[in-house]
């Protein structure tokens, strides 16, 4: 399994994850503007330390397994994890919202005498 293989499986999974969740959490959805700033954010602190540890030896790829595409010595590969937690914890944290909000209601409406 190539590492663009194991990251589409990666990405992909997250996906899905998020998209259950927004389903899930009806209309408390992630701000896909703070999604956005957090890719960018993300793929640049990516591509400064992930070139700073390669460059240090810290860990190395196999060339054999990447697709040969790199921003500074970090493979294109490697951006599939922030990208994937930049989708998946939003959506995760709308849905804990949605879920907290309605658990609150549901216990302010119990305490309620009228």
Same mark, same amino acid.
């Given at each position: 399994?190539?590492?663009?293989?194991?990251?589409?499986? =990666? *990405?992909?999974? !997250?996906?899905?994850?998020? #998209?259950? @969740?927004?389903?899930? %959490?009806?209309?408390?959805?992630?701000? /896909?503007?703070?999604?956005?700033?957090?890719?960018?954010? /993300? =793929?640049? /602190?990516?591509?400064? =330390?992930?070139?700073?540890?390669?460059?240090? %030896?810290?860990?190395?790829?196999?060339? +054999?397994? /990447?697709?040969?595409?790199? #921003?500074?010595? !970090?493979? @294109?590969?490697? =951006?599939?994890?922030?990208? !994937?937690?930049? *989708?998946?914890?939003?959506? @995760?944290?709308?849905?804990?919202?949605?879920?907290?909000? !309605?658990?609150?209601?549901?216990?302010?409406? +119990?305490?309620?005498? %009228?």
């Amino acid at each position: 399994m190539t590492y663009l293989e194991l990251s589409a499986w =990666f *990405v992909g999974a !997250a996906v899905v994850a998020a #998209i259950v @969740l927004s389903v899930v %959490s009806g209309r408390h959805r992630a701000h /896909l503007g703070a999604v956005a700033v957090t890719v960018v954010v /993300l =793929f640049i /602190l990516t591509a400064v =330390f992930d070139t700073v540890m390669i460059a240090t %030896s810290l860990f190395h790829y196999s060339a +054999d397994h /990447l697709l040969g595409v790199h #921003i500074g010595l !970090a493979p @294109l590969e490697d =951006f599939a994890y922030p990208l !994937a937690g930049a *989708v998946l914890l939003p959506t @995760l944290w709308a849905a804990l919202r949605a879920r907290r909000r !309605a658990h609150d209601d549901v216990r302010t409406a +119990d305490e309620d005498p %009228s």
